[in-house]
Structure formats: C-alpha cells, structure tokens
C-alpha cells in the first residue's frame, strides 16, 4: 500500500533563512510525488512535481523539491523563506502506473511559519 | 474568476438532517473529484468523474453519501442522515486528463460542514 509520511507538524523559519519541510513515501514500484500547498482561506495549490528525470524539480514561488530514491524522500526546500510563505503544506504520492487521481495519497501536512 | 468554486463555503446543520453541497470546476476540466479533509489530516479521496460518468467510489463514501454530475458540468455531494462524524471540510477539485495523469490538481476553497 502506499504511504506518505510529514514528520513535521510545525516548522518555524525566521525570514531569509532556508526552509526545508520533510517528505517520505513508500510505494510498491516508483513514484509520482507531489507538493501542494494551503493558503488560509484559500484551496489546495499544486507547487511542483516529480514524475521522473532530474531529481531536483523547482515549482512556483521559487520552491523545489530533491527526489532521492534511496531513502525514499523528497523534501520540499527553499533557499530564502518569506513571511508569505506562511502555509500549510502537504506532500502526496501516487504510484505510476495508475492514471486517475484517485490514487494520490496526502500526507497530514506540515504548518510552516516564517517569522520577520 | 474562472477555478473551481464550491457552495456553501460554510453549513452547520443538526444531525439528521440532509445536506448538499455544489461544486463547480474550471470549464475545460472533464476530471472532477470529491475529497474529504478532517482538522490535522490531508485530503481524503471520496470519488470522482470523468464528464457525467461516476467511475470510482471511495470505502469513505457510505450509502448516506451520494455524488452525480448530471450534465458533466457542475457537481453536488449529498450527505444524508447527517452524523457528528460527518464534520469535516469538503473539497473539491478539477483536472484535464493529462493533468489528472500527472498529479496537477485545481482545488476549490472547501465546504466546511458542522454537525451539530
């Protein structure tokens, strides 16, 4: 069965600093992997992808995320963090080969806060 | 503002009672899907349509839940026989088909319901 686990919770970031927000899946074959983030009062926002090729995948905002097949993870990472920032994150996963969005599993989501 | 819009934004309704909740998704989109979201989790998938067509149901959707997309527009989920579990906040979202296959989802803003 497939899986997606966000150790995190909370993460706290002052302004300007790095932010990284943990990702780890487990699937049967390989992965398609997924960052959405929640804006207060908005819906869900599709951030960026990995469907195969570089590991290194850069979504809207200047975020990006690191595929690293080995200890199955894909972390969420921004060089510079901003207060707009601010939001609830979520990773998701799917297993290739099914071709509806029925099959993309959320993790619980990871509140960032980015502080002045 | 052409993405997916959801009505009502907000229900709080006694259990027992009926409730029904629309969902309209961007024009082009053949793809629409039902999630449920409970407080600290991410989103739950409930069902989905390819135009009118209802072609996969969740474990989640008991027989008090009912979904259809009569014209392969708009969409409603009908939650009958209202239970305190029910709360929750439910979302929509819309894809094309090639965007379904890759994971690219468009949310609407939710629909929180409250049993009292």
């Known amino acids: 069965a497939q899986s997606v686990a966000q150790p995190e919770d909370q993460v706290n970031v002052a302004e300007g600093n790095p932010l990284t927000v943990k990702c780890t899946y487990s699937?049967?074959?390989?992965?398609?992997l997924f960052w959405y983030v929640q804006y207060p009062n908005r819906g869900l926002q599709f951030l960026l992808k990995?469907?195969?090729?570089?590991?290194l995948v850069k979504g809207s905002y200047g975020f990006e995320a690191e595929f690293n097949k080995s200890q199955t993870s894909f972390h969420l990472k921004k060089p510079s963090a901003l207060v707009s920032d601010s939001a609830l994150y979520f990773c998701?996963?799917?297993?290739?080969?099914?071709?509806?969005?029925?099959?993309?599993?959320f993790g619980s989501g990871t509140r960032l806060s980015i502080r002045p | 503002d052409t993405g997916v819009s959801q009505d009502p934004r907000h229900k709080i309704t006694k259990r027992g009672q009926n409730v029904t909740f629309r969902c309209d998704p961007i024009?082009?989109?053949?793809?629409l899907y039902w999630y449920r979201q409970t407080l600290g989790q991410g989103p739950e998938f409930l069902t989905y349509?390819?135009?009118?067509?209802?072609?996969?149901k969740s474990r989640l959707l008991s027989d008090r839940f009912s979904a259809e997309r009569p014209k392969g527009s708009f969409s409603t989920l009908e939650i009958q026989r209202t239970e305190q579990g029910d709360s929750a906040m439910y979302l929509c979202?819309?894809?094309?088909?090639?965007?379904?296959?890759?994971?690219?989802?468009?949310f609407g803003e939710g629909s929180r319901l409250t049993v009292l």
């Open positions: 990995y469907i195969t090729g570089d590991n």
């Open positions: 998701a996963v799917r297993e290739k080969g099914y071709s509806s969005a029925s099959k993309i599993i």
């Open positions: 699937v049967s074959g390989n992965p398609y």
């Open positions: 349509f390819q135009n009118e067509a209802q072609l996969e």
């Open positions: 024009s082009e989109h053949n793809r």
């Open positions: 979202a819309s894809s094309t088909g090639l965007a379904d296959k890759t994971g690219e989802l468009f």
